[in-house]
């Protein structure tokens, strides 16, 4: 037997309604909202994630899915959506489109990582993008469209947490006040962050080893090294999420794992999925479309994983309801088939799921596998049914049964489901 892949899952016929209904409201708050659906492709030149994501952060130094193909060039599986979309947004001069253009995606991701519960190789993410605003009212936007998103699932059990990490020149301030404050502390540190030490030391703040935290808690705040036009940014934001009623605690913490944020971060976090919290992250990168060829354009977006959404949902008892049909057609003898397979097929015609005998078993336990199905109704077609022209609609959810003239069968069910 061959196996799947470690780190990556099959979603099977029984499950994928769950799936389809996270897909669904994505894309109903999407159209709420104005973001039109972009596609990219699963793959790009190596490039594209060196130059825009950068070359110290954990996905490109270890987690990437990078080959050579046939014709000799380095190709990597997309880490993340992000970089796809600015590349295409360059690339099809988008920006000629009337600004700002919202955009999402629904996309496999692929991180060479060590698999665990939330954590897998390849996972799915449901991603916004703004591009062409740097309107604090958009990154409010933005946080709006993703806190609607998980409310309307029914969610409970997430805070958002905010923090702003300036622009490139606040940030050079912070990053020596930091490198200042971790140069006697740095020999303490797990080895990842000896490593982020010299490369980039913002990134320490991100460390998850409990060492690394404690020390790191005593560190200068970025939120205390910003510039006016940051932190004049930042209290906009925090003014228009009170305004739309998005609660929100400001977290200095919280810097990302992507070298491509500027100004304003944030996180989904919950405390129900042990280390694997964070739900849903994003922020403002303003440099990003120059970092792959482009016009200077502010954006902000984020990214959230479907995976731990939806462990999430099971974990704190988020039902979803399963998919049925509205009716299983029995067929009690050969000579009803024609008959049987004729009202399946108007019923659908008209709008009507419907299912009916493919194995020639006996009514008993075609009615049995109809249960199973969760039929909503369940017609038994035979000789008498034939000759009387009207069939006997038995209703499972309480056993009631009604006679209706078979050309009246689909008016009768459609006026009871929808
Ligand atoms: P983490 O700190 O958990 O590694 P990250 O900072 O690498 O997350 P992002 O790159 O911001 O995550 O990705 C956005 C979202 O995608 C995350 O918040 C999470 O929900 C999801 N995600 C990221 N990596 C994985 C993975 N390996 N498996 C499942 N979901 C993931
Ligand atoms: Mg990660």
Redesign the pocket.
């Known amino acids: 037997m061959i196996n799947i892949p470690k780190?990556t899952k099959d979603v099977l016929p029984g499950d994928s309604y769950r799936w389809q209904y996270v897909e669904k409201t994505a894309r109903d708050v999407c159209a709420l909202y104005n973001a039109r659906e972009i596609r990219t492709p699963v793959f790009e030149h190596t490039e594209l994630f060196l130059r825009s994501i950068g070359d110290t952060t954990?996905?490109v130094n270890k987690?990437m899915y990078t080959f050579e193909d046939k014709g000799g060039r380095s190709i990597t599986l997309k880490?993340?959506g992000t970089a796809g979309v600015a590349r295409s947004y360059v690339e099809n001069n988008l920006e000629s489109c009337s600004l700002p253009l919202k955009m999402f995606y629904i996309t496999p991701?692929f991180?060479y990582?060590r698999?665990q519960a939330?954590?897998?190789?390849?996972?799915?993410?449901f991603?916004v993008e703004a591009y062409g605003s740097p309107s604090p009212a958009m990154d409010c936007e933005i946080i709006g469209l993703a806190y609607d998103f998980l409310t309307k699932l029914g969610i409970g059990r997430l805070s958002l947490h905010l923090n702003s990490i300036g622009c490139p020149e606040c940030r050079a301030k912070y990053n020596a006040a930091l490198t200042a404050f971790l140069g006697d502390r740095i020999g303490d540190m797990c080895e990842n962050c000896r490593d982020r030490f010299s490369r980039n030391p913002l990134r320490i703040l991100?460390c998850?080893v409990e060492g690394c935290r404690a020390i790191v808690a005593g560190a200068p705040k970025i939120t205390d090294y910003l510039c006016d036009d940051c932190r004049a940014h930042m209290s906009e934001l925090e003014s228009r999420l009170k305004d739309a009623g998005i609660p929100y605690v400001v977290d200095p913490d919280i810097v990302?794992?992507?070298d491509y944020y500027t100004r304003t971060v944030f996180?989904?976090v919950t405390d129900a999925l042990g280390?694997?919290?964070?739900?849903?992250?994003?922020g403002r990168y303003d440099n990003l479309v120059e970092s792959v060829g482009g016009k200077h354009t502010p954006c902000v977006g984020?990214?959230?994983?479907?995976?731990?959404?939806l462990l999430l949902m099971e974990q704190t008892g988020v039902g979803i309801a399963r998919p049925h049909i509205d009716i299983f057609v029995a067929r009690q003898s050969a000579a009803a088939d024609k008959a049987c397979r004729a009202l399946v097929r108007s019923l659908r015609a008209a709008g009507v799921s419907a299912e009916t005998d493919f194995l020639d078993r006996s009514v008993k336990s075609q009615l049995k596998y109809a249960d199973k199905l969760g039929a909503t109704y369940v017609a038994v077609i035979g000789e008498s049914e034939l000759e009387s022209g009207s069939v006997r609609l038995k209703k499972m959810s309480d056993g009631s049964e009604t006679d209706v003239e078979t050309d009246k069968i689909t008016q009768f069910i459609l006026k009871r489901i929808n």
């Open positions: 780190g954990d996905i987690e880490p993340e991701v991180r990582e698999p939330g954590r897998l190789r390849e996972h799915h993410q991603g991100d998850k990302r794992g992507l996180e989904f280390a694997q919290g964070t739900v849903c992250a994003g984020f990214g959230l994983g479907l995976e731990r959404l």
